[in-house]
């Protein structure tokens, strides 16, 4: 005796409907294992549910965005918004412009040069002679800043020695750190006393 038919509706209880979720994923899932296998055709297969995760199968040696690239092509159907196309001409325009960049490097590194004309080859010498020329002016400035540096350090170290010098003699007790320095002379010959 055969299985009787259900009507095809949403399955109220949530246990209920769990169960028949799990055996009909598996299932489907089964039949795309045969149909890979009987056929040897490429499948690809996604099922989703809003409360649980997502579930795929891809037969071996593929995967589900080639299978959606293919299709896409195959179909006609655009899968991908403009959004995501115009990520993709960006990043195919920054792929050309690495691949750009890394030629003219290997140019001015001297390799792969004889692909080039005169007018290219004088463009890179002058691009190499005003390149030479920066460098040349970034090491000559590199003395004047150690000079500028050393002065300032010079004029660091005399104000360090000097607070030194005031903390030594606050330590001595003969200096008041409110008074400034001030010296008087102490004759101790007579006759100066009498000229002052």
């Not at 549910?49 to 655009?78: A, F, V």
């Not at 490097?105 to 004889?114: F, P, S, W």
């Amino acid at each position: 005796m055969g299985r009787g038919k259900i009507e095809i509706k949403r399955i109220e209880n949530t246990s209920n409907r769990q169960v028949t979720y799990s055996k009909r994923k598996n299932g489907i899932i089964k039949k795309a294992k045969e149909i890979r296998v009987l056929c040897d055709a490429n499948v690809s297969l996604v099922i989703s549910r809003s409360s649980s995760k997502m579930h795929e199968y891809c037969s071996p040696k593929t995967n589900l965005i080639d299978m959606l690239d293919r299709y896409q092509r195959l179909s006609g159907n655009k899968l991908w918004d403009a959004k995501h196309e115009n990520l993709q001409n960006e990043i195919d325009r920054i792929k050309k412009e690495n691949e750009s960049m890394q030629i003219e490097l290997r140019h001015l590194k001297g390799e792969d040069i004889t692909s080039l004309n005169y007018e290219e080859l004088i463009g890179l010498e002058d691009a190499l002679e005003n390149g030479l020329t920066n460098i040349r002016e970034k090491k000559d400035e590199i003395p004047k800043i150690m000079r500028k540096h050393q002065k300032v350090i010079k004029e660091e170290n005399k104000h360090l020695m000097y607070l030194v010098q005031q903390n030594e003699m606050v330590a001595m007790g003969d200096y008041q750190a409110d008074a400034p320095f001030s010296f008087r002379v102490q004759p101790k010959q007579p006759n100066l006393h009498e000229r002052m």
